[in-house]
């Protein structure tokens, strides 16, 4: 069936969208016959792991990743800017997500940004390809929403660096090679100007990663413990004191206030309404199909005018003349904020079309869909605290798009 973004495509993303289809329903993986993650938030096992890179390299191989990133680097250089094809064919034929959210779409897009020749070179093409994962060390036990607290800290030692610190929340931690890492180089400073950026090697020694559980049992993250871990000289991005610009690009990234990404994509294409939809007619209640009964139908309803306007506003977002010029980021900084708080509700609705369902867990043979749903429900939470919460969001809202008094 076409979505009506497609009505208005032109003749070569109509074929470009045609053409992506046929190869994932060609390549995509079949059920490994495992649990799979839902998100790169829960990647826990090797198998997993290897399972999602073998699927990342494949995409990648195929020239479907990095469309938009300059060929020298390892992208294509894309005229038309058509990765958001095929992250939209990706999502909707529900294949696998690409393991390196964080490579492709915050760290590459920032090292793009700021980083030199010898850094894109290095760093640019094994994101692409899965071949080096990297995360994020951005928050600390006592700096999560106020992040210019933290406290890790970076202090010149012979030709480098050495690192000392805790980081926490570390998603994806226990695979990574990289991460960028924010430390505090001059202690005496502002908070701001003290805190410079850097692209720490994972297997420096005096490092230990400690996996965290989350509450529906499954790991993903972690905390990050330095203890005097060494870093080259090279590792550092930016100036030194440039940490914090460098870190609002990063996270402007994260939450979908600009593009950049090498791939993946978390904007909305109507399928989890159309699943949520699904099950409804699947489910019984008061002996009838679910999707007969008149509150659900209206939540229902509700669902699909929600999810549809997200997909508009994030079409109305790429068009310049649709946005105030003089904050021309206005539209997209509600990204994040609306489409996680839209999870939440989605897959709380999903809950309630389960009825007592919703109570069977992973691994029961009589939960409908394998029990996908509660699981997604409990996950959701993480996204409205993980890259801000939505308190945050609507803080930031608030003083940059509607000029209201800075919160103390
Ligand atoms: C699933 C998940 C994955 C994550 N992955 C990573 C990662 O890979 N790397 C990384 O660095 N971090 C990661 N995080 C951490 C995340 O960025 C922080 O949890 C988040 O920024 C909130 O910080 P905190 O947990 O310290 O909560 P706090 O900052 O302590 O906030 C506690 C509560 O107070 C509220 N609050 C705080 N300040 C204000 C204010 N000024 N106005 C109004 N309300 C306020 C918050 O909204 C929240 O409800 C992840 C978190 C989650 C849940």
Not at 30 to 44: A, T, Y
Not at 295 to 305: K, P, S, T, Y
Not at 332 to 357: H, W
């Amino acid at each position: 069936m076409s979505r009506p973004e497609e009505a208005t495509e032109s003749k070569e993303n109509a074929e470009f969208r045609r053409e992506v289809r046929a190869w994932i329903a060609a390549n995509r993986p079949s059920d490994p016959g495992f649990k799979l993650p839902q998100s790169f938030l829960e990647v826990e096992s090797d198998r997993q792991f290897e399972f999602l890179r073998d699927w990342q390299r494949k995409v990648y191989e195929a020239g479907y990743l990095g469309l938009d990133w300059p060929a020298e680097y390892g992208g294509h250089a894309d005229p038309h800017k058509r990765q958001r094809i095929v992250s939209q064919e990706l999502n909707r034929a529900g294949a696998p997500f690409l393991v390196n959210v964080i490579g492709l779409q915050w760290a590459g897009p920032t090292i793009l940004a700021y980083g030199t020749e010898e850094q894109k070179q290095r760093f640019l093409k094994p994101i692409l390809s899965g071949e080096e994962i990297w995360c994020q060390g951005f928050s600390e036990p006592g700096a999560g929403s106020d992040l210019a607290s933290l406290q890790t800290s970076a202090t010149p030692s012979g030709d480098g660096w050495v690192v000392a610190g805790h980081k926490v929340w570390t998603t994806l931690a226990h695979v990574a090679k990289w991460m960028i890492l924010l430390a505090r180089t001059d202690p005496a400073a502002h908070k701001y100007a003290g805190i410079s950026y850097f692209l720490f090697p994972m297997e420096a020694p005096g490092v230990t990663v400690q996996p965290l559980v989350k509450m529906t049992g499954e790991g993903g993250f972690n905390q990050v413990i330095f203890d005097a871990a060494p870093m080259p000289k090279d590792a550092l991005l930016g100036q030194l004191g440039q940490g914090w610009q460098i870190a609002m690009t990063t996270l402007t990234f994260e939450r979908g206030a600009a593009e950049g990404s090498g791939g993946g994509s978390t904007a909305p294409t109507g399928e989890s309404v159309r699943a949520v939809t699904s099950l409804a007619r699947r489910m019984r209640r008061d002996g009838r199909s679910a999707a007969e009964d008149p509150v659900l139908r209206d939540r229902i309803a509700q669902g699909w005018i929600d999810e549809e306007a997200l997909r508009l506003t994030a079409q109305r977002a790429r068009v310049p003349g649709l946005n105030m010029d003089d904050r021309p980021l206005a539209t997209r900084l509600m990204n994040k904020l609306v489409y996680s708080e839209f999870g939440q509700r989605i897959t709380e609705l999903a809950c309630e079309v389960l009825g007592p369902d919703a109570g069977l867990w992973l691994g029961d043979a009589s939960a409908p869909d394998k029990a996908e749903w509660p699981r997604m429900y409990m996950n959701s939470f993480g996204m409205t605290v993980g890259g801000g919460t939505s308190e945050i969001q609507r803080n930031i809202i608030g003083e940059r798009v509607l000029g209201l008094p800075k919160t103390k």
